[in-house]
């Protein structure tokens, strides 16, 4: 059974930084891309990053480009996401979701994590 | 960047109704890698179509996706009090990749 589980949110003050962390189990999971999505407070989803099976490629969106970094580590199964000079509209439900195959484009999500919430506010 | 645009915003049906959800693209969707979402309060988004017309695994029949370009259809042909939520469409084949503001289906 695929499970994908977030860590790492919270309450943290403007311009302050905050790592989150998704274990991923029940696949081989450098097989697949991952993505980071997030859904601020009665909002629509929206896509925040996401990287190939290898690293190889890598993507933002433009909003949190420059401020945001992206990272896996195979060996351990995990996905990253390093967020660092928070604002107020960061504040949102960040969700995990698995592509359904290696590459960064082309492949829908299949499997989704409940999510970790991130809340900057002073 | 690719903007989805869901229509209508709020769906207002019965059960046994069908509900026909439209998404609109800025520009054309490459080889319909389109992809479409639901999501009832307090969860995750569940994966429902993609390739605009390929239903996901365990995915009832009643729910169908249709087009190409820029314009697609998410069709419940009859609605199933559990089918009562929002549903997203997603463009995956760009980046960024997007979603669009989403559909609420609520009872009317």
């Known amino acids: 059974e695929v499970q994908l589980v977030e860590s790492g949110g919270g309450l943290v003050q403007p311009g302050r930084s905050l790592r989150l962390s998704c274990a991923a189990s029940?696949?081989?999971?450098?097989?697949?891309?991952m993505h980071w999505v997030r859904q601020a407070p009665g909002k629509g989803l929206e896509w925040v990053s996401g990287?190939?099976?290898?690293?190889?490629?890598?993507g933002y969106a433009d909003s949190v480009k420059g401020r945001f970094t992206i990272s896996r580590d195979n060996a351990k199964n995990s996905l990253y996401l390093q967020m660092n000079s928070l604002r107020a509209e960061d504040t949102a439900l960040y969700y995990c979701?698995?592509?359904?195959?290696?590459?960064?484009?082309?492949?829908?999500?299949?499997?989704w994590g409940q999510g970790t919430l991130v809340t900057v506010s002073s | 960047e690719i903007v989805l645009t869901q229509s209508p915003g709020t769906l207002s049906l019965s059960p046994g109704e069908r509900a026909t959800l439209s998404c609109r693209a800025s520009?054309?969707?490459?080889?319909?890698?389109l992809a479409w979402y639901q999501q009832k309060p307090g969860q995750a988004p569940r994966l429902l179509i993609y390739?605009?017309?390929s239903r996901a695994t365990g995915i009832p029949d009643r729910f169908s996706g249709s087009g190409s370009g820029t314009d697609f259809t998410l069709t419940i042909s009859r609605l199933e009090p559990e089918d009562f939520a929002v549903y997203y469409c997603?463009?995956?084949?760009?980046?960024?990749?997007?979603f669009g503001g989403g559909t609420k289906v609520e009872i009317k």
């Open positions: 520009q054309s969707v490459s080889s319909s890698y």
């Open positions: 990287i190939s099976w290898n690293s190889g490629s890598i």
């Open positions: 029940g696949f081989t999971f450098d097989d697949y891309a």
């Open positions: 390739a605009a017309s």
């Open positions: 979701a698995k592509a359904a195959g290696w590459e960064l484009l082309r492949y829908y999500f299949d499997y």
């Open positions: 997603q463009q995956y084949g760009s980046s960024p990749l997007t």
